[in-house]
């Protein structure tokens, strides 16, 4: 029970100390591995985000210049020529951003609509938004964005005033944000969960992936915790990317302005989603892990049993399983340093032992000490004691314990009668007895000097008529 004990002691030791490092280093390898896809989502985001600006950009520029070139046409050919109107006709259903072509008005309340459209009675043309707004581009720009009454879709009026004379005159066409909303719908195809269109002013949500949303004011008060967060963050005039918190989880936020508009395009990445896939790896990970714990322990425990029985086996008697002469002599020096004034050494020798291997064969010589090597190891079995033999019929024990003259008396003599007890009656002709030498340790000693005591000992009981112990201490030698 005490080898298992140790068994089992010494695996926990080794498990509760390899253990905790591979785990350690599977927790850093997933912090690194986390860490890094992060990093890689966060760098997906700032480029499609600007990608997709720039592809915005590029169409906004692209109307620009078309109308530029409308608005070039019209100033060479003059309003008095009647091509300038043919030519505006030609603008209807050419560019799917301005389906429904070009219109101007002037100072004096004429308007000219090249879709056919006809005012009412009580149409201003100075009054309109669109004119107030071109009255302050020398070039076609974007306007202020609105949301079409007539169909539900967000559309801004680029605007240019007109070199043109006598009258005040601007040329403008409704750009319809469909192209916009394709974008903010196609880049959250991946991870990218929200995208958005938004004015700098007003704030209005040019085109939202989530349609719903187009139209709305982006604002501290939108329904959307992410987008009240949003909000703040242009209030504060911050763009690029940084974190905030969401309806559902921490979102990373990019925020890019569009070079030929006064708009923002904003895109936000759960980071939830991102590490969604790292936990479905996460989880059988750990429980891999636990699993190679446990087969740690069974492998190291398999490998200590093996250990400590090769261990044993070095330090055994083959035959009779005690300690061999070695490991008996290493034992006793480390007690003696341990406790160098405490314990005798007891030299033990079977007498007529040679009588049963002559008579009675090898094979029940080996038996006989097994047997007694079994009584000896019963009889002194407390702690402290160490029993071992050293060859042949020669055992030897050593108590690290204080005894007295008396103690040590009484304890030989029953020792030397259960010898007689378990002997005497099955092999009687050969009378098998013990002879004892006993040397009694003090502060100087050595395992040479008592062994040297205890042997000399020994002669003196075997020299006595055998079949019984001699005691002898270092005074007694003169050394």
């Known amino acids: 029970m005490k080898a298992k004990s140790r068994y089992i002691w010494a695996n926990i030791k080794l498990v509760s100390t390899i253990v905790p490092i591979v785990l350690i280093m599977i927790i850093i390898f997933f912090m690194l591995v986390r860490q890094e896809i992060l990093t890689l989502s966060r760098e997906k985001l700032s480029l499609e985000s600007q990608y997709y600006a720039e592809e ?37 259903d050419t560019h799917e951003a301005y389906p429904y072509g070009l219109y101007m008005g002037d100072s004096l309340g004429n308007y000219f609509d090249a879709s056919g459209w006809v005012p009412e009675d009580d149409f201003v043309v100075t009054e309109r938004d669109w004119y107030q707004e071109g009255l302050s581009h020398s070039l076609p720009a974007f306007g ?19 070199d043109t004379s006598p009258a ?212 002194f079995n407390r702690n402290k004691d160490i029993v071992g033999r050293l060859g042949g019929d020669e055992f030897a024990v050593f108590s690290g314990r204080d005894f007295s003259t008396a103690e040590i008396n009484g304890m030989l003599r029953k020792f030397i009668s259960i010898v007689h007890q378990n002997f005497d009656s099955k092999y009687p002709d050969q009378k098998l007895s013990i002879s004892i030498g006993i040397s009694l340790a003090a502060s100087s000693d050595t395992y040479e000097l008592l062994y040297q005591n205890a042997d000399k000992a020994l002669y003196e009981a075997k020299g006595n008529g055998k079949d019984q112990f001699q005691i002898q201490s270092s005074s007694e030698t003169g050394l």
């Open 168 to 379: 005040m005159t601007v040329l403008s066409t409704d750009v319809y944000l469909d192209y916009a909303s394709r974008l903010a719908e196609e880049i959250t195809y991946d991870k990218i969960e929200h995208a958005l269109f938004v004015t700098r002013d007003s704030r209005l949500i040019l085109a939202d992936s989530d349609a719903a949303f187009t139209g709305t004011v982006l604002s501290s008060e939108h329904e959307s915790l992410l987008y009240q967060n949003i909000s703040r963050l242009l209030d504060a005039g911050q763009t690029g990317q940084t974190d905030i918190l969401g309806d559902e989880s921490v979102y990373f936020v990019s925020i890019n302005t569009i070079p030929n508009t006064d708009w923002y395009f904003i895109t936000c990445m759960n980071r939830n989603e991102v590490l969604k896939d790292l936990w479905r790896i996460e989880s059988p990970m750990l429980v891999i892990a636990i699993i190679a714990s446990a087969l740690l322990f069974c492998l190291s425990s398999l490998l200590s049993r093996e250990m400590s029985t090769i261990r044993t086996k070095a330090r055994m008697d083959s035959l009779t399983k005690l300690l061999n002469r070695e490991s008996f002599e290493e034992l006793v020096r480390l007690s003696l340093a341990d406790r160098p004034d405490k314990g005798i050494l007891m030299i033990m020798d079977m007498d007529n032992f040679k009588l049963i291997n002559d008579q009675l064969g090898h094979p029940v010589g080996d038996q006989v000490l097994r047997e007694y090597a079994s009584i000896l190891e019963n009889y």
């Open 144 to 162: 202020e964005p609105y949301v079409d009454a007539m169909t539900g879709g967000t559309c801004v009026s680029v605007t240019s005033l007109l």
């Open 56 to 92: 915005l950009s590029a169409w906004a520029e692209s109307v620009l210049n078309e109308v530029t070139v409308y608005k070039d046409m019209i100033e060479q050919l003059g309003l008095e020529n009647e091509a300038v109107y043919e030519l505006m006709y030609t603008s209807v």
